[in-house]
């Protein structure tokens, strides 16, 4: 099972952009489906983006898509996930995932996860 930690969160602006990164190790990284999940206190995780083992399959949630871009380095066991235009309403803890499934890693229900990352954004 692979070890996952996120790195690049903070306090933004609307407006602004960020980009989160996500570090893998003790997996085979570049055969696992990896994506982003987010979370907000009392809810459930929310799917944010995806990206298949071939970097060119990324899938995104209606929200995020045409400001958010996932994008994967398997020679350096990265997944990042760059934010753009960013909203009050994409305040959450954001978690990187990862699986052998596509359908897992979309569900927010991948069998690695990280600790999280907090995205504050200010109006």
């Known amino acids: 099972q692979v070890q996952l930690t996120e790195s690049g969160g903070g306090l933004v602006q609307a407006g602004d952009s960020r980009r989160l990164s996500c570090v893998a190790s003790?997996?085979?990284?570049?055969?696992?489906?990896v994506g982003w999940c987010r979370q907000v206190p009392g809810k459930g995780r929310e799917f944010v983006a995806s990206?298949?083992?071939?970097?060119?399959?990324?899938y995104y949630a209606p929200s995020v898509k045409d400001r958010f871009t996932i994008s994967r380095d398997n020679a350096k066991n990265t997944v990042h996930l760059q934010m753009n235009n960013l909203m009050t309403e994409d305040t959450a803890v954001y978690y990187c995932?990862?699986?052998?499934?596509?359908?897992?890693?979309?569900?927010?229900?991948?069998?690695?996860w990280g600790q999280g990352t907090q995205i504050t954004v200010s109006s």
């Open positions: 995932a990862a699986d052998s499934l596509f359908a897992r890693v979309v569900l927010c229900k991948g069998n690695s």
């Open positions: 003790g997996g085979t990284f570049s055969t696992l489906v």
């Open positions: 990206i298949r083992e071939n970097p060119d399959g990324t």
